[in-house]
């Protein structure tokens, strides 16, 4: 009904109204968006059945956009580290390839934080982003420019990247959806950094979108030839999923309380699913939750099958120079002399640390195994589990230096390889985004995903900031 040029065009005059509010999209490419459009135009114009060319160009003309820390042909690829200011993306990073293979046009690329390893989407070579809702807030992190850019409506379909949260915590803060898939299927390669060791079973490529319906035709493309193993033919029956539901972690020492507002939001959740459908939500309490970010950090810092120990993040924060000394450069930030952000320096120095008790990670990867088997037995093959996306919704800039851990609730999940749909559930008393993650077992995304259509059209989904 619309010619694809103007809906580029629409997208392209809404990120230059709102970017320079947000600060989302770093480095467009209109130009290339809307040449491309016009192939598209002239295609539909003189090409075969509309079914012939749907079944080969499933997203033909969606104007999408991609994390930096992605390659994408003639953008720059600098995942917000200064010393790779100048690199430029020579090809395309594979999903970003089977994406514009199915049709669909990226219009630039967006923030994320250094190095895609913390959860307020910040750097040096970019400055920061700001959250829709409130410009004040964080937009979270990795992916954080993608959850600003598809809240203000300046697109369609984000790529995003997650080995702690990067989809699902941006997901949250900004109201939108965002699925980490199933370890495995979603191939990561072509983003920077990459993982390599152990980390490659953790770090998971996923789509983010506005509207739930969009999830999966976008993880179906990511996917590939891997789709298989996901499901997603199979029809889901909502009243036969077993729901469970966990309102807290179980009182970490190093995370914060869980808001009454978040605690509320989920308790609607179940009583909607029990008075719509006629279930019954099952309340659980899984003990060894509570040591969630010790797990995670303990699995992520771990050897992998062949011994091979895990990537130190001084070594990527040199970027194939010298290893950073995360001292020196705390020194030097304190004069402003540093070009690494305080969370990198930080993280630098934590690294360290974990290292210096070795029997006490070994009991820690142990606990996090025994998890993995525990969650798998607890959801089967038609559970779902309702859990908190984060303690708090979105917090102002600056302030997660101060509660660092809590992106643990996201976290766990990347270790239990399990996969979650962020799922949002309006807005709060200050005008943020609510929100709750939906988990199952290995290979069932198409049940997390269903429950996000159904929780979508009870609760309203995404909703334009400053429309209430």
Not at 31 to 53: I, M
């Amino acid at each position: 009904q619309v010619a694809c040029v103007e809906v580029v065009e629409a997208y392209v005059e809404r990120i230059k109204e709102v970017n320079p509010l947000i600060n989302a999209v770093v480095k467009d490419r209109f130009e290339e968006a809307l040449q491309e459009a016009r192939q598209v135009d002239k295609l539909l114009s003189e090409g075969p059945g509309d079914d012939c060319l749907e079944e080969k160009f499933p997203l033909l003309g969606v104007p999408i956009t991609v994390k930096e820390a992605f390659s994408l042909y003639g953008m720059p690829n600098t995942s917000g580290l200064v010393n790779r200011r100048n690199v430029i993306a020579t090809s395309d990073a594979t999903v970003v390839s089977r994406l514009k293979q199915a049709g669909a046009i990226p219009l630039g690329v967006t923030n994320c934080s250094e190095l895609c390893m913390w959860y307020e989407s910040s750097n040096r070579v970019y400055g920061r982003t700001n959250n829709p809702y409130d410009l004040q807030r964080i937009v979270g992190g990795s992916s954080g420019g993608e959850g600003s850019v598809l809240a203000a409506a300046c697109s369609v379909v984000g790529v995003g990247s997650d080995i702690g949260g990067s989809i699902r915590m941006p997901a949250f803060f900004n109201g939108v959806f965002g699925h980490k898939p199933t370890t495995g299927v979603v191939p990561n390669d072509g983003q920077f950094p990459n993982a390599h060791g152990v980390r490659t079973s953790y770090l998971c490529t996923g789509p983010m979108c506005r509207y739930a319906e969009d999830l999966e035709p976008v993880l179906r493309v990511m996917a590939g030839p891997g789709v298989s193993k996901l499901k997603l033919n199979e029809k889901v029956s909502l009243e036969k999923i077993k729901f469970h539901c966990m309102d807290h972690d179980g009182g970490s020492i190093f995370v914060s309380p869980v808001d009454k507002e978040i605690l509320q939001a989920q308790k609607k959740v179940v009583q909607h699913l029990e008075s719509d459908l006629g279930v019954r939500v099952q309340h659980v309490a899984i003990h060894k939750m509570k040591y969630s970010f010790q797990i995670w950090s303990a699995m992520m810092s771990s050897k992998d099958s062949e011994g091979q120990e895990a990537q130190r993040f001084t070594d990527l924060l040199g970027d194939h120079g010298k290893p950073v000394w995360p001292l020196w450069e705390l020194m030097k930030w304190l004069v402003g002399m540093s070009s690494h952000t305080l969370p990198a320096i930080a993280l630098g120095l934590t690294e360290k640390l974990v290292n210096l008790n070795l029997s006490g990670k070994a009991k820690l990867v142990s606990m996090g195994k025994s998890l993995q088997e525990e969650m798998e037995a607890l959801l089967g093959p038609d559970g779902v589990l309702l859990y908190p996306s984060h303690p708090t919704v979105a917090p102002k800039h600056h302030s997660p230096i101060c509660m660092p851990f809590n992106f643990a609730y996201t976290a766990i999940f990347n270790v239990l390889g399990l996969p979650v749909t962020q799922c949002p559930l309006g807005l709060g008393s200050e005008g943020l985004p609510l929100g709750i993650q939906l988990v199952a077992a290995s290979y069932n995304d198409h049940l997390t995903l269903a429950v996000a259509r159904y929780l979508e059209k009870a609760f309203g989904g995404w909703v334009l900031p400053g429309e209430v």
